[in-house]
């Protein structure tokens, strides 16, 4: 049951009101589950390592949430990371990290499940143990703490965090929630270790504890050992093989304050089949799977019934992949014009989409369209498998200000491997000719241009895992261009582009291994508390950490890796095989393109399907 002085904190005391926003720590919402009478033998605190508003923007989490609570006999409610001043706050008044539905401790429940998504969250994850008054080290932990378990698709390389987790939940939780419980369940009574060892035994489960971590005299890794016999030498991620069959959450919990994508979520498909070289998402979530209209549509009814949004967001890596966009769109807004629901597309590829696509979508309100083209040459986008042709480009922004939108925005990437002077002028002239056709064709209803540009961070399990980065002086150099060439082109082109210091650290932890876990103990030590903001991030404090512990940032991030180098993050596997990755590298390197895959007749046997 709650915890009556939080209880009192959070309903009598006017402390509260004294920090930023006190709706992010009340609970309460709309849809937000009330478990007061449910009878539990296994209760879950689900965390994430950043504030509120982009936890509650979370997929992974809605879905589990909804998942864990639709069972019987378990509970799972929610717990954020606070804002400083409200950790401040809980630190002098005694207040533990506490969840949102029933204000009980965290450390009461039976697991604590972490989402990861981001490598610039990992210190957040500290920062929850903490005030969750939970050892940070799980070889600390003792009998009577929570499992700690993390998910989510940063785990695609789960050894910089490794020891801070009890277990680590590979590929799509959805598939393998059914049996932890059960296996929670049987367990129960075991000791600590003894638990862990059978949980080691589900597919798609990995336990640190049982691995032992294998440096060469040079530093770069030999391998990682597992030690028990019930673990396995790879971790094999788990997949969902029909996302129709995959219950989806429909009343999401609608929040008092605005937060980051504060819409209705619908996932219509899963990966992507396009296969760009620099994709986590694309590789990690393969192979792709899409889920039908009929199903779409019966979601998108209930979850605008359930929760009022205006706005409902038809997410997946490439919206405009679907077989059955057209059908999906025009079902949809015929439905939803009428209440005055808007639909969004979060990002549309470039060269198919259509201007019947444009007009159904503006049916109700006019948001923006974005788009990635991410290169400014054919040539480098042959180099990063993003085969769309300047033509492609140049007709689609056309037809986005013919049909009488005004504002578009186009992702764009510097540092990519191969990138020459001439991609660089190449993303120049693509502002320059994008506006020249806004101006012909929008001119007088006005119009906005918007490039947002930021760096390539080479990532675990991608084709280019093995590339280095360029230094934060080199991407600054490159993006001035891009930003005078912007100003003299007109005031309706605006740039703006990420922390490339920031984007210096991903790439470190991305390709880390478990050294990395002492580094970021330092860091939260030293301070370190929401890494991922560029307010509060110390370029210093990492610096100094990664020194602290022999390891130089820069080289970390910058490294290019040899092709025979073992890597820590192939503890795991996520299918794709490394020969395929190694192929795609090399053709990388050649301006040689791969085709799409489709499942079932175009296949370049990455590994995934079979
Ligand atoms: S196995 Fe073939 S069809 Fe399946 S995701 Fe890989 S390349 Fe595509």
Known sequence: MHDKRIQNFVERDSALLTVQKPARYIGRELNSISNGHKPADIEIALLFPDIYEIGMSNLGLKILYFLFNTMPGVIAERAYLPWPDMASLMRQEKIPL?????????????????????????????????????????????????????????????EPVAPFFDALLIGEAEEVVLELITVLRETRGLKRPDRLEVLSEIQGIYVPSLYRVVHRPDGTLDSVVSENRRAPSRVLRRWVASLDEMPYPT???????????????????????????????????????????????????????????????????SSTDHSCIEEIISDLSAKLAPRKVNLSLPSLRMNCFSLNLARQLQRVRKSGLTFAPEAGTEHLRRIINKNLTDQDILKTIEQVFSANWQRLKLYLMIGLPGERDEDIAGIVR???????????????????????????????????????????????????????????????????????????????????????????????????????????FSYDRWEQSFAEENLDMAACAGRERPLNEAFPWEVVSIGVRRSFLEKEWLSSRETVPTARCVPGSICHDCGVCF
């Open 251 to 317: 009343r999401v919990i609608v929040p008092y304050i605005g937060i980051v994508h504060d819409r209705a979520p619908l996932e219509i498909s899963r990966g992507c089949a396009r296969g760009c070289r620099f994709c986590q998402a694309g590789m990690f979530y393969r192979p792709y799977r899409e889920r039908s209209p009929r199903v779409i549509d019966n979601l998108a009814r209930e979850m605008i019934d359930y929760t009022g949004f205006e706005e409902l967001s038809l997410l997946s890596l």
């Open 98 to 158: 506490y969840t949102l539905e029933r204000k009980k401790p965290v450390r009461m429940y039976d697991v604590v499940g972490i989402s990861l998504q981001s490598e610039l969250n990992y210190v957040g994850i500290l920062g929850l143990l903490d005030l969750a008054e939970i050892p940070l080290w799980s070889s600390d932990r003792r009998e009577t703490d929570p499992l700690v378990i993390a998910g989510g698709s940063a785990l695609s390389n789960p």
């Open 430 to 536: 693509l502002l320059e000719e994008s506006y020249a056709l806004a101006k012909k064709t929008a001119g007088k209803r006005g119009f906005e241009i918007q490039a947002s540009i930021s760096a390539f961070v080479p990532k675990p399990h991608t084709p280019f895992q093995w590339a280095s980065q360029n230094s934060p002086e080199e991407l600054e150099s490159k993006v001035s261009i891009i930003r005078s060439a912007a100003k003299r082109i007109g005031k309706s082109v605006r740039v703006n582009w990420s922390d490339f210091r920031m984007n210096q650290l991903e790439a470190a932890l991305a390709r880390g291994d478990r050294r990395m876990a002492k580094v970021l103990e330092r860091v939260y030590h030293k301070g370190g508390y929401l890494e991922g903001w560029s307010d509060w």
